[in-house]
T-cell receptor, first 111, second 112 residues
Framework: QKEVEQDPGPLSVPEGAIVSLNCTYS??????FMWYRQYSRKGPELLMY????GNKEDGRFTAQVDKSSKYISLFIRDSQPSDSATYLC???????????FGAGTRLFVKA | GAGVSQSPSNKVTEKGKDVELRCDPI?????LYWYRQSLGQGLEFLIY????????KSGLPSDRFSAERTGGSVSTLTIQRTQQEDSAVYLC??????????FGPGTRLTVT
């Protein structure tokens, strides 16, 4: 079993839709939960991070962490064609140094 | 300021040749990571540097892979006797705090 599971998609939605991206994980020691966005032929860039459980909102993006279920989500409201990218969840334990990445979900937002 | 840079951006090599991939991290970042990204496979951790030391090399796929970092800055990933399965995008990232990594654009390696 992988430490982090993420559906690779692709996920195709119309412009303006609400997008839900999810990951599950198995290691309860993870404390930081991140979402990276990767455009084609570019390196990933950190979109949002959450420490421990709870929600965090930044503009059209909301990250949720449910540690009891070992489940994290990223919601994108009013999705735009410019949101078309691969979204990778990632997790980090401050007791270590290694960030574990999900496989990434490819998102296409159609105009 | 300048981000993480990697060179070359693309490398095509023949099977059996050695290749060197370079990473210039953000100035002052003590942590440096190498990852490999194959199509649909996510990011595969290769090696981590804290300063010039590599506490964990367990992610390196075989003894054909090696990496070094000098002066707490530039890092080189070397692949000896390349094989076709080494074809992938090799990404470097640097970090000041562990969870926030800044990635370079990657080197796309093709072994023919």
């Amino acid at each position: 079993q992988k430490e982090v599971e993420q559906d690779p998609g692709p996920l195709s939605v119309p412009e303006g839709a609400i997008v839900s991206l999810n990951c599950t994980y198995s290691n309860s020691a993870f404390q930081y939960f991140m979402w990276y966005r990767q455009y084609s032929r570019k390196g990933p860039e950190l979109l949002m991070y959450t420490y421990s459980s709870g929600n965090k909102e930044d503009g059209r993006f909301t990250a949720q962490v449910d540690k009891s279920s070992k489940y994290i989500s990223l919601f994108i409201r009013d999705s735009q064609p410019s949101d078309s990218a691969t979204y990778l969840c990632a997790m980090f334990n401050t007791g270590g140094f290694k960030t574990i990445f999900g496989a990434g979900t490819r998102l296409f937002v159609k105009a | 300021g300048a981000g993480v840079s990697q060179s070359p951006s693309n490398k095509v090599t023949e099977k059996g040749k050695d290749v060197e991939l370079r990473c210039d991290p953000i100035s002052g970042h003590t942590a440096l990571y190498w990852y490999r990204q194959s199509l649909g496979q996510g990011l595969e951790f290769l090696i981590y540097f804290q300063g010039n030391s590599a506490p964990d090399k367990s992610g390196l796929p075989s003894d054909r892979f090696s990496a070094e970092r000098t002066g707490g800055s530039v890092s080189t990933l070397t692949i000896q006797r390349t094989q076709q399965e080494d074809s992938a995008v090799y990404l470097c990232a640097s970090a000041d705090s562990g969870y926030e990594q800044y990635f370079g654009p990657g080197t796309r390696l093709t072994v023919t």
